[in-house]
């Protein structure tokens, strides 16, 4: 696929996406189309050679797997990881505050977001609603405005003339959205508000009440090329839709003679342990119901390599000092092996060797990061998965400005390379890595 056309639909998928509920659905049409089956968890899975398939947890986390018709699972699975959540501000669950005239709702911190960001963007809302139908059966769907909603107004610098030296951001009370000049008691509460949007969206779902939600504010600035030659991609959520979507277009380019799987986990931005997150039960389970025999399931972990894919920190020319000498990723200047002699990372010299002989055999360079030994390391669901699966792993990224911001820098050709070096991993024929 050609660069231009890559990040076409890359720019559509992060507008689509903008919660991992909406995510996981944007995925799901695409594999749908592909010719995917989905897997029910209660059902028995009817795996057969040449097959395709792909299963969703908590609506949120979805794996997706060929099996190989040379290669079966149990003579290894070329996996490939990322996440589908990224930091945001949630609402909490009576949020509704009226405070000087102005109808608020009071939010929560997910992940480690930066905040400043977030200040006089217009913000949409999105996420998934829970509810009970004409006929009292628990129900879900998702829902997204789709138009800005809410703006958190900075204080003017009239009334804070410390504010570009020192202002800090308490969560609890500086970054409570306004939506509305109607403080009064007659407007509606925040549940009949979403009852009313799940109707627009979802006329024939019959929901009488709403009786929980996970919603999450976002900004409505579309994702775009920017940059004198176009040659930056700008988006909320890159950190880490951009892996999620360039795994799949992987995964879909696959030939079909290796047994692929790609999962993209929920809950990476807050730790991962959840039914949903890589901390979870997901990925194993999977593979064992894929070979319920433990000495097979032995030998397809020990033949298998993971790919944990998400964004690194590139050189930033304002702060250059931040990074290590030798260690500072230029956008645009290809993917990134990230290492980290404590773990952070699960790359090590086999994986990250790996990596490097299939870039080469795409023509695509590669870049390495390392953090300064006098700062601390950030981490991925790779060393999760690899101590959770035993699976070799490796960590590499796309690397990226701003990351946790409401608005992340990315570089136009990274992605679409970095799928390249995807594909040839799904396809490269033979054992990936080696006996010693």
Not at 164 to 171: A, E, H, T, V, W
């Amino acid at each position: 696929m050609h660069v231009d056309e890559f990040n076409r639909e890359l720019l559509a998928f992060l507008a689509a996406a903008t919660t991992p509920f909406h995510a996981v659905e944007a995925l799901v049409t695409r594999l749908q189309a592909a010719g995917f089956t989905p897997l029910p968890a209660e059902q028995a899975w009817p795996l057969k050679a040449g097959g395709r398939y792909y299963l969703t947890r908590n609506d949120s986390s979805l794996i997706a797997f060929t099996v190989g018709t040379e290669c079966p699972p149990e003579a290894g699975m070329r996996m490939v990881g990322a996440h589908t959540d990224s930091p945001c501000l949630m609402v909490k669950p009576t949020p509704e505050k009226r405070r000087a005239g102005y109808f608020q709702l009071g939010v929560e911190v997910y992940g480690g977001a930066l905040l400043n960001p977030w200040f006089d963007r217009d913000l949409s809302l999105a996420g998934r609603v829970s509810f009970a139908d004409g006929g009292g059966v628990l129900r879900t769907a998702t829902v997204d405005f789709r138009r800005p909603l809410a703006v958190i107004p900075s204080l003017a610098i009239h009334l804070d003339r410390e504010a570009n030296q020192s202002r800090s951001i308490n969560p609890q009370t500086d970054i409570l959205p306004v939506l509305s000049l109607q403080a009064d008691a007659a407007l509606p509460s925040f549940r009949e508000l979403l009852r009313e949007r799940v109707l627009e969206e979802h006329p024939d779902c019959g929901v009488a009440e709403v009786l929980d939600y996970e919603l999450s504010f976002y900004d409505t600035q579309p994702p775009a090329l920017v940059g004198l030659h176009s040659e930056f991609v700008a988006s909320a959520r890159l950190d880490n839709l951009l892996s999620c979507f360039t795994g799949l277009q992987s995964l879909l380019a696959a030939d079909g003679r290796q047994s692929c799987l790609l999962v993209c986990n929920d809950h990476e931005e807050v730790g991962s342990l959840s039914t949903a997150g890589a901390q979870g039960p997901m990925l194993l389970s999977t593979l064992r119901r894929m070979v319920p025999d433990e000495t097979a399931l032995a030998r397809l972990v020990a033949q298998s390599v993971m790919i944990s894919a998400d964004n690194a920190h590139g050189i930033h020319p304002n702060y250059a000092d931040r990074h290590d000498d030798n260690h500072g990723p230029l956008l645009n200047a290809g993917p990134v092996i990230k290492i980290n002699a404590n773990q952070r990372y699960a790359t090590n010299a086999e994986t990250a060797g790996l990596f490097r002989l299939l870039a080469r055999e795409e023509g695509v360079p590669v870049q390495s990061f390392v953090v300064r030994s006098d700062m601390g390391c950030g981490s991925t669901i790779g060393p999760i998965t690899a101590g959770g699966t035993g699976v070799r792993t490796l960590d590499i990224g796309v690397p990226t400005f701003a990351m946790h911001s409401i608005r992340e820098l990315a570089g136009r050709d990274d992605a679409a390379n970095l799928s390249r070096v995807l594909r040839r991993f799904y396809n490269q024929p033979g054992p990936l890595i080696g006996n010693s």
